[in-house]
């Protein structure tokens, strides 16, 4: 009779007995068991073999999430706001999202409903490539998206330079050194944090008469009043000695600084605004009203958060409009609006750019 020769399996069959919990290898199965393995690992079985437009990142104890990056537009204009979109999925995830230009950070946006946004501007021409990377939480993983690409072209026109704003009675001389510092929400020493709704202000000064290019080194001082409608350090006020709500960035090389305050409040004969003033080499003065200006917003936005939200709805609604405004449309011709995006709950973000000298 015809001896069959056993196969490996069978032989690895007959080698386990009821005292072993996992059968021994022999070298030439092992061998065969890790080639099929590895093969199968880089055809993809298993896996799906797909290629998807984020990257899904698991660890230990979290629920793996998606990221996915949309741009409002592919082809921004030179100094042109867009809107970057991330999408988280499951929709559930709570935290941050991060956007970045290559390795630079672009801003910071917190995720609401499974999405997060941020308005931002480009001041080189060309292909810029962006990402976006959820942070991930105690139950969510964090995860990044896949690159997409932006080509941003130059300006077809020169640019025209910004309208100047009055530089108001409360602006305060800011040479101590906490004044220095993008979150302007607490007192210099951190105490006093002003509530309200949280807003990312980002700005971007160009030099109008320099090709519309990048300032950098440029002085910004910001000054609004809190959710109550009161200045901080002002006798008229009974703020002396408080600080909040002040404060100054320099700008960077791409002629950008980034500022963490609320939503200002509003008090009796103006609109709700914010106060900006530039130190550049276009004012030499210490204390002049040249390059100040004050930017503004939506008027339905306000009126329902001074109805609807507290601490603002305390003070009821703004009977000034950005129409009856004595600053919005007489000096500043309605053109330093800001375009806002996100959430009552969640704080909104505004990408706004400055052309000096105004």
Known sequence: MIQRKPTALHELNEEID??????????????????????????????????????????????????????????????????????????????????????????????????????TAFTATGAQTLTATY????????????????TVSASTSACSATYEGEEGPYFVNDSATGYFRSNILPNIDGTSVQPGIPLALTLYVYASKVSCSAMQSVQVDIWHCNASGLYSSESVENTIGQTWLRGYQITDSLGKVTFNTIIPGWYQGRTTHIHLRFRSTYDNSSTGGTNTMQVFFPQTLVDTI???????????????????????????????????????????????SIYLPI
Not at 22 to 32: K, V
Not at 135 to 150: D, K
Not at 311 to 321: A, D, F, H, L, M
Request: glycine content about 10%.
């Open 306 to 352: 001074y109805t609807t939200i507290s601490p603002y709805s305390t003070e009821g609604i703004n009977t000034t409009t950005n129409a009856s405004d004595g600053v919005y449309t007489p000096e500043e011709h309605g053109t330093t609006l800001l375009t806002l995006t996100g959430s009552t709950t969640a704080g909104y973000a505004a990408t706004f």
């Open 18 to 119: 009821e005292h072993h919990w996992c059968p021994p290898l022999d070298r030439r199965t092992a061998l065969r068991l890790l080639s099929l393995g590895t093969i199968a690992t880089i055809s993809g079985c298993g896996t799906g073999g797909s290629t998807v437009a984020s990257t899904t990142t698991t660890s230990s104890g979290t629920t793996a999430t998606t990221t996915s990056l949309t741009a409002s537009t592919a082809t921004p204009t030179q100094g042109a706001s867009i809107t970057l979109t991330a999408t988280v999925a499951p929709s559930a995830a709570t935290g941050t999202v991060i956007f970045y230009d290559g390795t630079a950070t672009l801003g910071t946006a917190t995720l609401s409903g499974g999405t997060a946004t941020l308005s």
């Open 135 to 150: 942070a991930g939480s105690s139950t969510y993983a964090a995860s990044t998206s896949a690159a997409i690409t932006v």
